[in-house]
Structures are given as structure tokens and as C-alpha cells.
């Protein structure tokens, strides 16, 4: 959904003066695109890494066994979908909660 068509389809009111707009042309018009997405799955990749080493910590504690992890966040992200950036849009990108 990341093309001009879907831009030019939302509402009128999206398409004046729209920060999600100015802000998706900072992260994800080429080439900054690219940089932008690797630098999200080398910061998902470090979570994962140190979920990683949290749940051997407890292993070689003993403790894994008796111990509930749980991980939340908060709303989702637009990450260029519907030419848009951030969170503030009622579409599902933006609105789900990872559990």
C-alpha cells in the first residue's frame, strides 16, 4: 500500500498539510527507505537477542520453569503503508496491539 495511488485515495483531509505525511517522506522516500527498514529489524533482531540471554539467565538459575515472561507494547507503526509514517491512523498497521 505504499504507492502514490493509495496516497491520493485517503481522504482530502489526509492530504493537506499532514504530519504522517511529512514524516513518511523522511523515512521512507528512496533511498532512505531501505536504511530506515533495516535499522526496525536490527532493533526487533537486538530485542530478540536479549530476550535471548534473559531467558538462559533464568535457566541457569534455575528459575525458568516457575517464571512467566511477558512482553507488550503499545500501538502498532506505520512503516510506509498508505504513504503514511507513525501511529495516528485508523488502519490496522496503526491501531494493533502486538501481543
Known amino acids: 500500500t505504499n504507492t502514490e495511488s493509495h496516497w491520493k485515495g485517503l481522504p482530502y483531509f489526509f ?3 499532514n504530519e504522517g505525511r511529512n514524516r513518511y517522506r523522511n523515512r521512507f522516500d528512496p533511498p532512505s527507505y531501505q ?3 533495516r ?3 536490527r532493533m526487533a533482531t537486538q530485542v530478540d537477542h536479549a530476550v535471548g540471554e534473559i531467558i538462559q539467565t533464568l535457566k541457569d538459575q534455575g528459575v525458568y520453569n516457575k517464571t512467566l515472561l ?3 507494547t503499545d500501538n502498532g507503526n506505520m ?3 498508505h504513504g503514511l509514517a507513525e501511529k ?5 498497521e496503526s491501531i494493533r496491539v502486538p501481543l
Open 15 to 17: 492530504r493537506h498539510n
Open 88 to 92: 495516528w491512523y485508523p488502519y490496522e
Open 35 to 37: 536504511e530506515n527498514i
Open 70 to 72: 511477558m512482553f507488550t
Open 79 to 81: 512503516h510506509g503503508e
Open 39 to 41: 535499522e526496525l529489524y
